[in-house]
């Protein structure tokens, strides 16, 4: 008896509680939030993912919309959540990557505040007007631009979003300036191109394309490295505008927040990866030009981190920062 207790006794303090907390988890209604208006690309994919969560854990998974501040007031909400897996956030993390280099005094640090989940897809960036812009390619785009320098109009999903960076890297490429109308979402800033109150957008390919097949918007180039399958004859910005290595995007990523039990991460990663991997997800992505990831935690730390640097070169190098 003595003995079974002392094997009992080390085979608690082998696994303290990371059985226990992945063979609960979930035991209730799990919250993604999306820090972004419904329509945009991360509010598609929060949807999508949720409802085949729901589908498997037999728990509502329930998507929460709280746009404002490119995506930080959801995040700084997530990042103060109970740490139990219950509060996640999908969002388009290359803007969380921009956030510090943007906004000063942000609430949260990116990498001490968040346990990252996964990487879940990337999707390039359109690069679309209004049907009445008179250019057809980059390079008259880039001409016009320089023709009326401060005159063209472009939507974005707010100052300091992956979007507005798109607009900001190929500005600072090409030489040419022009105006942001920072919108509360990707859906909003679509509205405001197809209504003619901008010119033009970078947006998610995702959120995107149906407004271009509609004929709402014009076409111009996509911003990955190489041509996508579902867009063969749009060419990509780096070919068209002579811009090499020019490639921007919207990458979706789940984040928990920090100190988040491990184990806990790893089944909310097991159960994306796996929905982004089944064979009418991988499809639906695919036929808008999103492609899944579904890489490890420890991977998409890698990747924030390493993105967080690159955007904070660019906004040195362009002097760009937001008014008081």
Same mark, same amino acid.
């Given at each position: 008896?003595?003995?079974?207790?002392?094997?009992?006794?080390?085979?608690?303090?082998?696994?303290?509680?990371?059985?226990?907390?992945?063979?609960?988890?979930?035991?209730?209604?799990?919250?993604?939030? %999306?820090?972004?208006?419904?329509?945009?690309?991360?509010?598609?994919?929060?949807?999508?993912?949720?409802?085949?969560?729901?589908?498997?854990?037999?728990?509502?998974?329930?998507?929460?919309?709280?746009?404002?501040?490119?995506?930080?007031? !959801?995040?700084?909400?997530?990042?103060?959540?109970?740490?139990?897996?219950?509060?996640?956030?999908?969002?388009?993390?290359?803007?969380?990557?921009?956030?510090?280099?943007?906004?000063?005094?942000?609430?949260?640090?990116?990498?001490?505040?968040?346990?990252?989940?996964?990487?879940?897809?990337?999707?390039?960036?359109?690069?679309?007007?209004?049907?009445?812009?008179?250019?057809?390619?980059?390079?008259?785009?880039?001409?016009?631009?320089?023709?009326?320098?401060?005159?063209?109009?472009?939507?974005?999903?707010?100052? !300091?979003?992956?979007?507005?960076?798109? !607009?900001?890297?190929?500005?600072?490429?090409?030489?040419?300036?022009?105006?942001?109308?920072?919108?509360?979402?990707?859906?909003?800033?679509?509205?405001?191109?197809?209504?003619?109150?901008?010119?033009?957008?970078?947006?998610?390919?995702?959120?995107?394309?149906?407004?271009?097949?509609? !004929?709402?918007?014009?076409?111009?180039?996509?911003?990955?490295?190489q041509r996508v399958p579902a867009l063969p004859d749009t060419p990509t910005v780096a070919e068209a505008g002579n811009l090499p290595g020019f490639?921007?995007?919207?990458?979706?990523?789940?984040?928990?927040?920090?100190?988040?039990?491990?184990? %806990?991460?790893?089944?909310?990663?097991?159960? %994306?990866?796996?929905?982004?991997?089944?064979?009418?997800?991988?499809?639906?992505?695919?036929?808008?030009?999103?492609?899944?990831?579904?890489?490890?935690?420890?991977?998409?730390?890698?990747?924030?981190?390493?993105?967080?640097?690159?955007?904070?070169?660019?906004?040195?190098?362009?002097g760009f920062k937001l008014e008081d």
């Open positions: 008896m003595k003995l079974h207790r002392l094997l009992a006794a080390a085979l608690c303090a082998a696994f303290p509680m990371g059985a226990a907390h992945a063979q609960a988890f979930p035991a209730k209604p799990i919250r993604i939030v %999306v820090p972004f208006a419904p329509g945009g690309t991360s509010d598609i994919l929060a949807r999508v993912i949720g409802a085949k969560m729901t589908e498997n854990w037999r728990h509502q998974v329930l998507v929460d919309n709280r746009p404002g501040a490119s995506g930080n007031i !959801g995040a700084e909400f997530v990042a103060r959540a109970a740490p139990d897996g219950y509060t996640v956030v999908l969002m388009d993390v290359g803007n969380l990557s921009i956030s510090p280099s943007i906004f000063p005094k942000l609430p949260f640090d990116i990498i001490k505040d968040f346990a990252p989940v996964t990487a879940i897809s990337y999707s390039p960036h359109l690069l679309a007007t209004h049907p009445s812009v008179p250019v057809k390619t980059v390079k008259e785009l880039v001409a016009l631009a320089k023709a009326r320098p401060g005159g063209l109009n472009v939507g974005s999903t707010g100052l !300091g979003s992956a979007p507005h960076m798109a !607009g900001l890297l190929f500005a600072h490429r090409t030489g040419i300036k022009w105006v942001y109308i920072p919108a509360k979402g990707g859906a909003q800033s679509i509205l405001d191109v197809a209504s003619g109150q901008a010119d033009l957008l970078f947006n998610g390919m995702l959120a995107t394309l149906p407004h271009v097949q509609s !004929g709402r918007l014009k076409l111009i180039a996509i911003s990955s490295e490639v921007t995007g919207s990458w979706q990523g789940m984040l928990a927040p920090a100190k988040t039990p491990a184990d %806990v991460v790893a089944r909310v990663n097991a159960e %994306v990866v796996r929905i982004i991997t089944l064979p009418d997800i991988k499809e639906k992505l695919s036929a808008t030009g999103a492609y899944p990831i579904g890489n490890s935690p420890r991977e998409f730390g890698e990747w924030l981190a390493a993105s967080k640097d690159r955007w904070a070169k660019l906004i040195k190098d362009t």
